[in-house]
């Protein structure tokens, strides 16, 4: 779908832009010229050897090749439409579909890596960032990409393709699997409901854009959008994950961080501005709401809600005070009145939440820049929100926002774990105290980090999953953080694995799908995006 912007929401949207830019780089100047001096570090801390040897350096990213908007690179021809066979034994047909030529996807590589891993490879056709993908039932769920119109299957033990369906409109989002149904939305407006087989059962187009993904719980689906045709408010909407039949709607502070989460009744959600909304399943109504900075997703454990948060504050710095964003985990009981606590041992520096050191700095951000034009979104809607995504965690383009994850915190055995920029922590929610905490970040890096490193990590069988932006997945003992083992890929890993039958899968910011044999077969669990369908881990 086409977006045109108009010459008044262009100025409004720049103007928004310097203005988030101007307040969040006071002070970068200074910071460049002195030591920040930082918060005491915790004590009685285990001290993870760093997983990058010095002369570490990841391998190039493969260049972004945009696919043209009326046709692809390669491939069979194929008619859109719906249903059955369609241009080729393996396609079918999304209503509405993108025609001409579809992508042909290379049948998969059997790989070692050099640690001597064994597994498999699948290339996407358009090098595009690639979102977690879904493993139920032994296949392999995964959207083509940040301006595909392609949704996959895959066998998961071979890579195999098992079929493709086509989207009506660009940008599936992960995968949501539930009750025999995938669910997934497009960034360009639409949310749409398939079988296991790969065949349409319904679809709606909500607004425009969709940068979050679905949860689903006892055959309901609960998604957020923009009224994009009408005040341009976000909304959290409930329906019928059979029918399509909405329950209710609400209105929400802002577009929600990543995805809603579900526990025990209750929908929870981050929004972009920083606040954190909890509504009633049943009928959508507000429970309680707080705007606390907020900049993940939550997880809801033992009558609280875990959270990353940032905060601003002021430091000397060559003798100047300057502004330094800091983020750290904190909770609030789940009751309608409750009081947001901080967890301090948690604290760091987040450069990686500050928009003007990122719009100097890194090197994601003209990517994600370059994503949006290629798909229309030179400027985004005035509905999408960006203005508040660039003030509360640095993100102010819609790639940027739909593959952001932050410091998504998860529960396993009583603790609580979260990957924070570069650095990997395990906190004990009773005392408050880090109990291990690793630091990955490459001692060559030079200047701030700006781009968080690492995924939120994927936790079965007393071990964390996670992958990095140098191309490694790391697997960690969730007790004491020992490094278990790792696979190099040499491409940027941004979405959380996904680990399922003694198999781990990741996906890359240039295009591929990677499974690898774990050596374990009680490695399984951990089924897509936040591990179940209700997105909270493997607790409810």
Avoid at 118 to 144: E, M, Q, S, Y
Avoid at 207 to 222: E, T, V, W
Avoid at 258 to 266: E, M, Q, R, W
Wanted: charged share 20%; with cysteine; glycine share 12%.
């Amino acid at each position: 779908m086409k977006r045109q912007a108009s010459l008044l929401r262009v100025g409004a949207f720049a103007l928004a832009c310097v203005a988030g830019v101007a307040f969040l780089g006071r002070g970068l100047a200074d910071d460049q010229k002195g030591q920040l001096k930082l918060p005491p570090k915790t004590t009685n801390i285990q001290q993870v050897q760093p997983l990058f040897p010095p002369n570490a350096v990841p391998a190039p990213p493969a260049q972004f090749q945009p696919i043209p908007p009326n046709g692809f690179q390669g491939g069979f021809p194929v008619q859109g439409g719906f249903g059955g066979p369609n241009g080729g034994p393996n396609f079918i047909g999304g209503l509405g579909g993108k025609g001409g030529p579809a992508p042909q996807v290379a049948a998969p590589q059997e790989i070692t890596t050099r640690e001597g891993k064994k597994g498999w490879k699948v290339v996407i056709p358009g090098n595009r960032p690639l979102a977690t993908p879904a493993v139920v039932d032994g296949k392999v769920f995964v959207g083509g990409g940040f301006g595909s119109y392609e949704f996959y299957c895959f066998d998961g033990k071979s890579g195999k393709q098992v079929w493709m369906y086509r989207t009506g409109d660009d940008g599936p989002t992960a995968a949501v699997v539930s009750d025999g149904y995938i669910a997934f939305n497009t960034e360009s407006c639409e949310l749409e409901i398939i079988t296991m087989d790969g065949k349409k059962v319904w679809k709606k187009w909500l607004g425009d854009p969709l940068m979050s993904m679905p949860a689903i719980h006892k055959g309901k689906i609960y998604m957020s959008y923009p009224n994009s045709k009408g005040n341009n408010k976000h909304h959290m909407a409930c329906f019928d994950l059979k029918t399509g039949q909405q329950f209710w709607d609400k209105e929400i502070p802002a577009q929600i961080i990543t995805a809603p989460v579900i526990s025990k009744g209750n929908v929870y959600a981050s929004t972009l501005d920083g606040s954190m909304t909890c509504l009633d399943t049943r009928d959508g109504t507000l429970v309680w709401q707080d705007k606390k900075n907020a900049t993940s997703s939550p997880v809801v454990w033992n009558g609280k809600v875990f959270f990353s948060r940032r905060d601003a504050v002021n430091q000397m710095v060559g003798g100047k005070q300057v502004v330094q964003q800091m983020e750290e985990l904190a909770d609030r009981p789940i009751a309608p009145k409750g009081e947001v606590k901080s967890i301090p041992a948690t604290t760091q520096p987040a450069d990686y939440l500050d928009l003007a050191k990122r719009e100097l700095h890194s090197k994601e951000q003209g990517k994600f820049k370059a994503y949006d034009g290629s798909v229309g979104f030179g400027v985004a809607p005035a509905g999408a929100g960006l203005g508040m995504g660039g003030f509360n965690i640095a993100q102010n383009t819609v790639s940027g926002v739909w593959s952001y994850q932050g410091s998504k915190p998860f529960v396993y055995n009583n603790l609580l774990y979260s990957s924070m920029g570069c650095s990997v922590k395990c906190v004990d929610p009773d005392t408050q105290k880090v109990k291990w905490q690793t630091e990955l970040k490459d001692k060559n890096a030079k200047g701030p980090l700006v781009d968080a490193s690492l995924t939120p990590p994927a936790i079965v069988n007393g071990k964390l999953f996670i992958g990095t932006s140098a191309g490694d997945v790391l697997c960690y003992a969730a007790q004491d953080g020992k490094l278990l083992w790792r696979v190099t890929v040499s491409e940027p890993i941004v979405f959380q694995p996904a680990v399922a039958n003694g198999r781990v899968y990741v996906s890359t910011s240039t295009g591929s799908l990677y499974s690898f044999d774990t050596g374990d077969a009680k490695d399984h669990g951990w089924l897509m995006w936040g591990g179940n369908s209700e997105h909270n881990g493997l607790l409810d």
